[in-house]
């Protein structure tokens, strides 16, 4: 296995919601500059890695390091702290889940959880079954007061799920940040693994940033970089467990474990899709392809419709359980996204033109 697993579960446990992701890019950063030729931030927050500038042929591999969140947005007078989401979250998560506060006062991680009434004092069925929405919860840390709180803890501090990373069967782990930490981290990888192979391309690698919340960092890093092929990465759904099996009717059979994900379809080069899939056959790696009828609601949307349209494909791991504390993907799946994408950064420069990457 090539990747760096030390690297990846660094990543994983970094806290890093939407436009708090200075920690996670850090990491990031730290681990690129060992082997790429520049490596800067802009002024959204991207973290960029490259390597041969001013090469005729200039790449984008994106992945974005965001993950889901809260923010604090309330201190009550008796010591209680309320919240609202940073990115989509399904209500039915958040209640009884220990979490974590990054302070901004001190620097330190506050610990607490998430409080609701108890079920023995919910009135009748009705409640019983009833979804708590997210303003009906609040986060407790143990204080006694407003005061208390307020010492450690301020307005707009950035809030995860207490959920590390765990390496559990088969080479499978499981982690709150999967999406899309894997991302960013396998653009890293797959920059490394370029360089060892050779290539001379310009080939930029993003950490892309506020994706959750609109694909932000997509829209900027693009336009800066301004590639002639753009490559995301990101997570994507599966059909392999008691809960997905008929979504294999729209998504296709996906599965953990069984390889990378190739999407296809409109967002989608048609050329670049095919030398993937070549490169992939060639080189004996495992993959799986997706349809996507639309746009796909990742970086690959907004690379290919920036300035004049990217040679764009997206190449995905197949994920369960998505936007939940224990987000599941396998290692391999990594080393297999990781590969496709060196292997074919490396294939167009040997054998194709730009204009061959034309669809028709």
Not at 165 to 184: F, T
Not at 214 to 239: C, K
Not at 240 to 253: C, L, M, Y
Request: glycine share 8%; net charge negative.
């Amino acid at each position: 296995m090539y990747i760096n697993k030390q690297f990846l579960f660094d990543l994983l446990n970094a806290i890093g919601p939407s436009g708090y992701e200075k920690d996670v890019s850090k990491i990031w950063k730290e681990y690129v500059s060992k082997f790429a030729d520049n490596v800067f931030t802009d002024f959204h927050g991207n973290s960029f890695a490259q390597i041969n500038k001013g090469a005729n042929i200039r790449f984008l591999v994106a992945g974005h390091i965001d993950e889901i969140g809260f923010m604090v947005s309330q201190i009550t007078e008796d010591g209680f702290i309320k919240f609202i989401p940073i990115g989509g979250w399904d209500t039915q998560i958040p209640q009884g889940q220990r979490v974590w506060i990054k302070s901004s006062k001190t620097g330190k991680i506050i610990e607490g959880g998430i409080g609701k009434k108890p079920i023995h004092l919910l009135k009748d069925e009705t409640e019983r079954n009833k979804v708590a929405k997210i303003e009906d919860l609040w986060i407790d840390i143990g204080a006694s007061s407003k005061q208390e709180v307020e010492e450690i803890i301020s307005i707009g501090d950035p809030i995860v799920i207490a959920a590390s990373a765990k390496e559990i069967l088969n080479n499978n782990i499981m982690s709150r940040a999967i999406d899309n930490r894997v991302g960013a981290f396998t653009v890293a990888e797959a920059l490394r693994l370029a360089k060892e192979l050779g290539v001379k391309s310009d080939i930029v690698s993003v950490a892309t940033v506020q994706e959750e919340i609109g694909l932000r960092g997509a829209y900027t890093s693009a336009y800066r970089v301004n590639p002639h092929v753009g490559i995301a990465v990101d997570v994507t759904f599966v059909s392999d467990d008691p809960g997905t099996k008929e979504s294999a009717k729209i998504i296709g059979e996906i599965k953990v474990s069984k390889g990378a994900v190739l999407t296809i379809g409109p967002n989608i080069n048609p050329k670049l899709f095919e030398i993937h899939k070549s490169v992939a056959e060639k080189h004996q790696i495992p993959y799986q392809i997706q349809p996507a009828p639309r746009g796909t609601g990742t970086d690959a949307n907004i690379i290919q419709l920036t300035r004049e349209g990217p040679a764009t494909s997206l190449i995905s791991i197949p994920t369960r359980y998505l936007h939940t504390p224990i987000e599941l993907c396998n290692l391999n799946d990594l080393d297999n996204v990781v590969k496709i994408i060196a292997y074919s950064i490396k294939e167009i420069e040997e054998n194709y033109k730009l204009e061959d990457l034309i669809p028709w």
